[in-house]
């Protein structure tokens, strides 16, 4: 792992455009981690009373709506894509026998792509979605 010396960050990779995907990908995920969370924590706790959030105002408001769901969703699916990918530049790391890493990394993609389809389930089948709204 070569470490830039000014950022102490990992560098770009040099090696195959995959790498270099996943780099950007990388990036691009906490990027839109930070614009995500950061309009879900003012909503929840500057827009909205966090003392007058009920498990009921939350279905019935934010819920019911499918922007809101959509949203909710989406800031889901990048913090597992951005774990995802982080944890799979950690293993690469870490794991050097190239069976052992392909074992692993294989173990790493299942599992994310489980809990992707699991996030989607829930928060598309979660009672409180109504069809007309929007």
Not at 38 to 46: G, N, R
């Amino acid at each position: 792992m070569a470490l830039n010396p000014i950022t102490r960050a990992r560098s770009k990779p040099t090696g195959g455009r995959g790498e270099t995907l996943v780099w950007y990908l990388t990036r691009v995920s906490a990027v839109a981690l930070f614009v995500l969370a950061l309009s879900h924590f003012s909503i929840t706790h500057f827009i909205f009373d966090p003392s007058e959030q009920t498990a009921e105002w939350i279905a019935e408001n934010r819920w019911s709506s499918l922007f809101w769901r959509s949203f909710d969703w989406l800031m889901l699916m990048m913090v597992l894509l951005h774990s995802a990918l982080g944890m799979r530049t950690v293993l690469s790391d870490v794991v050097r026998p190239p069976r052992a890493r392909m074992v692993v990394l294989t173990g790493l993609y299942l599992l994310s792509i489980i809990l992707f389809v699991l996030g989607t389930a829930v928060v598309f089948t979660l009672p409180g979605l109504d069809a007309g709204q929007a």
